[in-house]
């Protein structure tokens, strides 16, 4: 009784587990994105800005 029940938690926890871990690293390759993107704004409108100067 003792292995069919971890068995079972087995093929409930692992996936939910493996779409979590997925998840997680959608949201930081997405993370990364977003903070490349706004750091080279941030750099394109500081360059602007001493170009004005």
């Keep these: 009784m003792g292995y069919l029940l971890l068995a079972l938690m087995l093929v409930l926890v692992l996936p939910a587990v493996?779409?979590?871990?997925?998840?997680?690293?959608l949201y930081l390759e997405?993370?990364?994105v977003v903070s490349?993107?706004?750091?080279?704004?941030?750099?394109?409108?500081?360059?602007?800005?001493i170009k004005k100067r």
């Design 18 to 25: 493996s779409f979590f871990l997925g998840y997680i690293h």
């Design 36 to 49: 490349a993107t706004i750091i080279a704004l941030w750099l394109f409108f500081d360059f602007v800005k």
């Design 30 to 32: 997405y993370g990364v």
